[in-house]
């Protein structure tokens, strides 16, 4: 374990899609600061806008960092070491986070380190602020569940930086789906808490709706089908409002489909990974009450601990991402060259920092704003 003193305290920002954050970290992961602003003017529009989405980033990120340096009792002068999202995520998102903590980063001569989103999200169990009291970190191994608005994965985490991924959704995220759901139930953006609130008025055996995947071999997961069998259950009612009541049930109804999904999915991958020691479940949708229960029924079945991050934690934050720069900087890994290229897909598997040739760099930036592909 490396001495990472020097290198702390730390500054992370994320800026991977709607949300902007900055978190200061000690070196014992400890948070000294940290802010999160949401962006409110994609409700409107029924989803982010990634072009809307990065201006809001660039407006939002200097009056963020100096309240972060505040709360620390910091000056920037006090920071040893920089780190943001570089990937997946809205490419414009990440220009803006990294190219800001970049330039701090060389305005006072300190390293910066790019850190990938998704790795943020399957340690945050292991952050000191993420553990409840009594609780403690869960060891290598472990199963994640990640499940946000963007991503929707089955990973083992067998050490920091060695993650073995058993499957993923082939079509849309569960995040997605909730959203989308929720939209046709009139529920506006974001949709899973609304969706979620509403279905406690219904009953989930309402409508026998699909359960795409279960029972079959295998981790991966598939929403499109479910969003469509909702759909098809509204179309008759045409333009006119649906009666709460049914939409009460289409939503309990929906819920309980895909918590019947990823349980199934999980037990799956419990007979894939037996010598795990805990089920963690991370991302947005880890907030949804009905799917934490689930989760923990089948984490006490099999003998393994279940954690769950705090809700504030589940969602897109930065204090994740100076966790993992921690966690990596622990295991003796320098500070990646400055020059670190932000990336809207970067698989797990592709441990190594992404530095694109000159001829590269325009397409890699270039991308539409497409979240980490299933492959």
């Given amino acids: 374990m490396s001495d990472i003193s020097h290198l702390t305290p730390l500054l992370a920002i994320e800026t991977s899609c709607d949300d902007t954050a900055c978190a200061i970290l000690d070196a014992h992961g400890a948070l000294l600061g940290e802010s999160v602003l949401s962006q409110e003017d994609h409700a409107a529009?029924?989803?982010?806008?990634?072009?809307?989405?990065?201006?809001?980033h660039l407006k939002a990120l200097p009056e963020l960092v100096e309240l972060t340096l505040r709360r620390a009792g910091l000056e920037l002068e006090?920071?040893?070491?920089?780190?943001?999202?570089?990937?997946?995520?809205?490419?414009?998102?990440?220009?803006?986070?990294?190219?800001?903590?970049?330039?701090?980063?060389?305005?006072?001569?300190?390293?910066?380190?790019?850190?990938?989103?998704?790795?943020?999200h399957i340690l945050t169990p292991r952050l000191p602020a993420a553990l409840r009291p009594g609780e403690t970190a869960p060891a290598f191994p472990y199963l994640a569940l990640?499940?946000?608005?963007?991503?929707?994965?089955?990973?083992?985490?067998?050490?920091?930086?060695?993650?073995?991924?058993?499957?993923?959704?082939?079509?849309?995220?569960?995040?997605?789906?909730?959203?989308?759901?929720?939209?046709?139930?009139?529920?506006?953006?974001?949709?899973?808490?609304?969706?979620?609130?509403?279905?406690?008025?219904?009953?989930?055996?309402?409508?026998?709706?699909?359960?795409?995947?279960?029972?079959?071999?295998?981790?991966?997961?598939?929403?499109?089908?479910l969003k469509t069998a909702v759909a098809r259950h509204i179309e008759p009612y045409g333009r006119e409002a649906l009666p709460?009541?049914?939409?009460?049930?289409?939503?309990?109804?929906?819920?309980?489909?895909?918590?019947?999904?990823?349980?199934?999915?999980?037990?799956?991958a419990l007979a894939l990974v037996p010598q795990v020691t805990s089920l963690v479940v991370a991302g947005g949708v880890a907030a949804n009450g009905v799917l934490r229960q689930r989760l923990e029924e089948i984490a006490s079945q099999h003998g393994i601990t279940f954690l769950a991050p705090p809700?504030?934690?589940?969602?897109?934050?930065?204090?994740?991402?100076?966790?993992?720069?921690?966690?990596?900087?622990?295991?003796?890994?320098?500070p990646d060259d400055i020059t670190l290229a932000p990336r809207p897909r970067w698989p797990l598997s592709e441990r190594q920092p992404y530095r694109p040739q000159a001829t590269q760099e325009t397409s890699s930036t270039g991308h539409s704003s497409l979240m980490e592909p299933s492959a």
């Fill in 244 to 268: 709460r009541q049914v939409a009460a049930d289409l939503a309990a109804s929906f819920q309980q489909a895909v918590t019947d999904v990823m349980a199934d999915r999980i037990l799956n």
């Fill in 78 to 120: 006090d920071i040893a070491l920089f780190a943001a999202t570089t990937g997946p995520g809205l490419i414009g998102g990440l220009i803006v986070g990294s190219s800001y903590a970049k330039g701090l980063a060389m305005a006072c001569g300190k390293p910066f380190m790019g850190i990938n989103h998704i790795e943020g």
């Fill in 45 to 56: 529009l029924g989803g982010v806008v990634p072009e809307l989405a990065a201006r809001a």
């Fill in 146 to 225: 990640l499940v946000s608005g963007g991503h929707c994965q089955c990973i083992t985490v067998e050490d920091t930086g060695q993650y073995r991924r058993l499957g993923g959704t082939i079509d849309d995220s569960a995040g997605e789906a909730f959203d989308k759901v929720a939209k046709m139930l009139g529920l506006g953006w974001p949709g899973g808490p609304a969706l979620e609130k509403l279905a406690r008025e219904g009953d989930p055996q309402a409508y026998g709706l699909p359960r795409p995947l279960k029972g079959r071999p295998g981790c991966d997961f598939s929403f499109s089908g």
């Fill in 311 to 334: 809700l504030r934690l589940c969602t897109d934050n930065a204090a994740m991402i100076g966790w993992a720069a921690l966690e990596r900087l622990k295991q003796g890994e320098v």
